[in-house]
Nanobody, 115 residues
Framework: QVQLVESGGGLVQPGGSLRLACAAS????????MGWYRQAPGKQRELVAD??????NYADSVKGRFAISRDNAKNTVYLQMNSLKPEDTAVYYC??????????WGQGTQVTVSS
């Protein structure tokens, strides 16, 4: 079984930074695409950023502030979040897609941006 575990969330002040990590484990560990999604209370889950090969893409709301990266040797994807705003408050979820067409989700980590 594949498991994705997010970490790094917490409470920060506006303008602060956090780095989220998603560590993947399992028997088969080749993923085409890994990404971060977030869901705020009362809102739909939305794509924040994803990474595949050397390509990355970001939601317009986080461009220039967030950066996604991937360490294949450690089976980990990161999300560096800078200049955080209160509207970034959400549960952040890691997602991984493998070549077989299967998708896996982590349990989420809470990010709260508040003064």
């Amino acid at each position: 079984q594949v498991q994705l575990v997010e970490s790094g969330g917490g409470l920060v002040q506006p303008g602060g930074s956090l780095r989220l990590a998603c560590a993947a484990s399992g028997s088969i560990f080749s993923f085409d695409v890994m990404g971060w999604y977030r869901q705020a209370p009362g809102k739909q889950r939305e794509l924040v950023a994803d990474i595949s090969d050397g390509r990355t893409n970001y939601a317009d709301s986080v461009k220039g502030r967030f950066a996604i990266s991937r360490d294949n040797a450690k089976n980990t994807v990161y999300l560096q979040m800078n200049s955080l705003k209160p509207e970034d408050t959400a549960v952040y979820y890691c997602k991984a897609d493998n070549p077989g067409g299967n998708s896996y989700w982590g349990q989420g980590t809470q990010v709260t941006v508040s003064s």
